[in-house]
């Protein structure tokens, strides 16, 4: 059966023009996915016998897509994010046994399904937050048995939760300890390795390269991701994050689905990126959780014709929040997005992100019924009342998953 | 009746030198206040006919004190937000109605009965983020008839409510636009009307003065907390946020109680404040909302043997937040506290701005039961996992108010 959802105040639809189909006192009917949506009268007048729900004037939007985050992690890190406030260096963090390779060592140590029993409830605070799609990367194995563990185990969360998530594979976010004096050799494993095993067991869609000196250079970015490719995954790459590498332009060169951060991208790179139609994927909850005060230039991106995704980039070390619409405040704030801009990179953008839009972050025939029933009637509100939760319902694939705030067994 | 709360993880009492008294596997017993606390065995040995829940092994702190806010107000101003944003200035922005005095054109233009009605809900929010006493304070209605309705609407919610509101008088606000051109004239009002009647009715405990460039001088607003202090109440002061003015020093001159903001305090106001025990009442979150970047020097104000307080500021134009456990991060991540020092002074130091540790802030004997059982075990989680809301019960007065993270009736 499906649902007609009626008294919306304000309906927002993102087009991929980065405009806005805006409808007041609107109602969307769907059943898992959506089936139209209107102007109420004319809805309800061809409702059928749909069941009516009543969303009391609220502003509905799309579910919240969330292109970019860790959360397959084993251990939060906060004792690092002590040591950081206190004036520690990234060298003394990882001297006393922080950074990622800290948690490639909790990782290591827990089995699969322990794994999956860890990141379930972080999938449920995801949709509490609104947020119906995340991309959820590997990065924290370093070798192919567990690389590929982490997969599975998103895997398994997916089968096992309402959300959906993307999988990248992320074997290159770091060189592991036992290769520390021979990267070559750690690379070679993943790229004869790592990659066309994840690839033909099919626990990947994506392939991301952490491109940032002192982790690959964009020569090894390219070996990375001319591999991926070869194997069908579509690369990705965290790019320009703490200072310039090139790894915008090689996102362009590669046709990557996105590049990430982006906190000290080129001109050529914004100019490269945007004519090959990566979308830019923006993380400024990484910025301040580091205590950092470069943002990424998102007036330039945008007109320079560029797509922006907004995402929380949730992961224990750079930045340990899940929520969505606080990183739409900091991109307000500190990116200079108007509050339409934010909103559609936290939904269309985010779909962008990951070659998603036919089916999620936007609510057009036959996609998901994925949708937030927002506790306001202005989407000013999300990010202004910044911190503070305005979700009120989240339907996922047409199933109410969130009421009130509170998630639903 | 009686409840004890076994099973306490970890149960954290703030002294009022800064150190913790610390717990594990505790247990409290309390009615309306604290009756006691301690290692769990001798606890249940004492049970008697108490009501035993189990907290589930989580932590359980004081409830949260948020001694600065500007809950009562009439509208939200997100349209200011978006400009802000846009690269407006102030001037544009009050040009276009914004600021203070947009807040007050609202503020005059409903009921108190209205504006109850508009602050309870907001109410409720609070309570939802752990925090079970506020300071509020008036300050949109710029006259004596309306800066009255504002304190008395607070005192109805008050006695609606189960949250604690230590109400302010900020007739000195601003200067109103009827009093533009003669400034001196508001303040010979403030002085010999406004202060008399509101001290006269018991609607404030406190009286607040905005001491800064463009606002308030420091001679001025010596004369308000003078005429303040002479009709019984406690100074404080709004001082040094935009720019150096001397409101630190006025604040250890007047006996404030606390003064607030303080981003551009000299080391003369530190040193003086520290010795005078005026307690620094820190708003990171003005700071962001703003897109400023300059914040306190909270290691220097500690290093001179300060007392923080760490508050949201909530108000409609310059942080419209009511989650005072992300303030902690940002105190933590820009004013370089340590995540005890943050959650200090959010609980201990709050109180101490509002001269009410002897009642709330802590968990003694005979104080409030007003208690946060958190949804963790580790309060570095707390500003660790920055935007989400790990609150997971409240007790207020030792009724329960927030049970897994939702407002009970």
Not at 190 to 201: D, G, L, R, S, Y
Not at 353 to 364: E, H
Request: aromatic share 8%; with cysteine; glycine share 8%.
């Amino acid at each position: 059966m499906s649902i007609l959802l009626k008294n919306i105040g304000k309906l927002l639809n993102p087009r991929s023009d980065g405009t806005w189909d805006e409808i007041s006192q609107a109602a969307i009917s769907f059943d898992d996915k959506v089936l139209r949506y209107g102007p109420e009268a004319a809805m309800i007048s061809k409702a059928g016998d749909a069941e009516i729900i009543d969303a009391g004037g609220k502003l509905v939007t799309p579910g919240l897509v969330d292109s970019h985050t860790h959360v397959a992690f084993a251990e939060p890190r906060q004792a690092e994010f002590e040591m950081r406030n206190a004036g520690k260096s990234y060298q003394e963090i990882a001297a006393a046994g922080g950074g990622i390779r800290s948690s490639v060592r909790s990782l290591r140590a827990i089995s699969e399904d322990e794994l999956v029993e860890r990141i379930l409830p972080r999938l449920n605070t995801f949709l509490q937050y609104g947020v119906t799609t995340i991309e959820a990367k590997s990065g924290y194995g370093l070798s192919t048995e567990h690389e590929l563990k982490q997969l599975r185990a998103l895997k398994s969360c997916a089968e096992r939760h309402p959300i959906d998530i993307y999988r990248t594979l992320l074997a290159a976010h770091e060189v592991p300890d036992e290769y520390r004096d021979n990267r070559a050799k750690y690379l070679d494993i993943v790229i004869n390795e790592t990659i066309p095993a994840a690839a033909e067991a099919g626990l990947a869609t994506f392939c991301d390269v952490f491109c940032e000196e002192g982790v690959y250079s964009v020569d090894e970015s390219r070996r990375v991701l001319v591999a991926a490719k070869a194997h069908g995954l579509i690369p990705k790459i965290h790019a320009d994050q703490l200072s310039y590498s090139g790894g915008a332009e090689l996102a362009a060169e590669m046709s990557a689905a996105s590049a990430e951060h982006l906190d000290y991208i080129s001109d050529a790179g914004i100019r490269q990126m945007a004519d090959a139609g990566v979308v830019f994927c923006l993380l400024p909850g990484a910025v301040i959780f580091l205590g950092l005060d470069r943002y990424p230039a998102a007036r330039k991106i945008i007109a320079t014709g560029g797509q922006i995704a907004l995402s929380t980039d949730f992961n224990p070390g750079s930045s340990a929040t899940q929520n969505l619409p606080l990183m739409m405040t900091l991109g307000c704030v500190f990116c200079k997005l108007t509050i339409r801009e934010a909103l559609w990179a936290a939904t269309y953008g985010g779909a962008a992100a990951l070659k998603c839009t036919d089916w999620t972050g936007s609510l057009n025939l036959d996609q998901a019924a994925d949708l937030v029933i927002w506790n306001c009637d202005d989407e000013r509100l999300i990010p202004y009342y910044f911190g503070v939760n305005l979700v009120q319902d989240v339907y996922k694939s047409g199933r109410l998953v969130v009421k009130d705030g509170k998630l639903l067994a």
